[in-house]
T-cell receptor, first 116, second 110 residues
Framework: DGGITQSPKYLFRKEGQNVTLSCEQN?????MYWYRQDPGQGLRLIYY???????QKGDIAEGYSVSREKKESFPLTVTSAQKNPTAFYLC???????????????FGPGTRLTVT | RKEVEQDPGPFNVPEGATVAFNCTYS??????FFWYRQDCRKEPKLLMS???SGNEDGRFTAQLNRASQYISLLIRDSKLSDSATYLC???????????FGQGTRLTINP
């Protein structure tokens, strides 16, 4: 069954702690993305990666870090420098390799992070 | 001005009705267009890509108007299960990232 998995579904952390959110895909997609969604708000892009070992900052990268050591995996670390980390975090992937569906993004189920 | 603008709604329509909503985009270099649906507290799911000639998928029809810089989504014979937030999404030519609108909330009433 092809798809994108994110774990855990819910995550609770104390302020000042770093936390890493997992994102794995078995769709053989080249491109992967991290978004943040706050209640009643649209999606905002944090980081994206078009190829292994390369990634770019999105619109709200401050306080976050990523790595892309494998094609299948794109973990996101929410650091203690992120001022308002409580949010719904969504990972997505796209084929990124040409064709009509190159930019169609498919999302994982998301992780709800609560920091107190 | 926001890159992608949608009427947030909510739109409340009776089951079986036809409903349509538009989305405007500000960058004339926008190249790819999509509609996603997002159920409450769930991830967005691709509903359809929007092609220059317009496209239809069952009860759903999407249109692109480049001259006026908007895309539209028409839902015919609406079902209770169509209740969701509909996200308008645009990609600017040369960019790898998508820009999401804030969504239009739709509720279908029995």
């Amino acid at each position: 069954d092809g798809g994108i998995t994110q774990s855990p579904k819910y995550l609770f952390r104390k302020e000042g702690q770093n936390v890493t959110l997992s994102c794995e895909q078995n769709l053989n997609h080249d491109a992967m993305y991290w978004y943040r969604q706050d209640p009643g708000q649209g999606l905002r892009l944090i980081y994206y990666s078009q190829i292994v070992n390369d990634f770019q900052k999105g619109d709200i990268a401050e306080g976050y870090s990523v790595s892309r050591e494998k094609k299948e995996s794109f973990p996101l670390t929410v650091t203690s420098a992120q001022k308002n980390p409580t949010a719904f975090y969504l990972c997505a992937s796209a084929s990124g390799s040409g064709g009509a569906a190159e930019y169609e993004q498919y999302f994982g189920p998301g992780t709800r992070l609560t920091v107190t | 001005r926001k890159e992608v603008e949608q009427d947030p709604g909510p739109f409340n329509v009776p089951e079986g009705a036809t409903v349509a909503f538009n989305c405007t985009y500000s960058n004339s270099a926008s190249q790819s267009f999509f509609w996603y649906r997002q159920d409450c507290r769930k991830e967005p799911k691709l509903l359809m890509s929007v092609y220059s000639s317009g496209n239809e998928d069952g009860r759903f029809t999407a249109q692109l108007n480049r001259a006026s810089q908007y895309i539209s989504l028409l839902i015919r014979d609406s079902k209770l299960s169509d209740s969701a937030t509909y996200l308008c999404v645009v990609r600017i030519q040369g960019a790898q990232k998508l820009v999401f609108g804030q969504g239009t909330r739709l509720t279908i009433n029995p």
